[in-house]
């Protein structure tokens, strides 16, 4: 009776270890995967802010396309769609 006793305590030990080990490679497991998750983030923000950067440069070039031409809207001060256009440069 003593053997069979203790026969299940080991493997009740046995058992305990193998969840712990079994949970301990679960955290492990998803410790990478937030790894992953933050490079992904990182990533998504490092392209995002290049594109914003991209876009205001693009948005000043307007500016500046536009007050090369001599003529235009320059020759007319009180026009209307001049003072509508204005403020968008």
Do not use: H, N, W
């Not at 992953?36 to 693009?58: C, F, N, P, S, V």
């Amino acid at each position: 009776m003593a053997l069979v006793s203790q026969d299940i305590k080991a493997r009740d030990v046995c058992d305990k270890l193998l969840t712990i080990y079994t949970g301990l490679d679960i955290m492990y497991d998803k410790l990478q995967q937030g790894l992953q998750e933050t490079e992904q983030i990182l990533t998504i923000a490092r392209l995002r802010a290049d594109a914003e950067d991209a876009y205001g440069q693009k948005l000043g070039d307007i500016s500046d396309a536009v007050d090369r031409i001599d003529e235009g809207f320059d020759r007319d001060e009180g026009a209307s769609l001049k003072r509508v256009i204005t403020p968008l440069k």
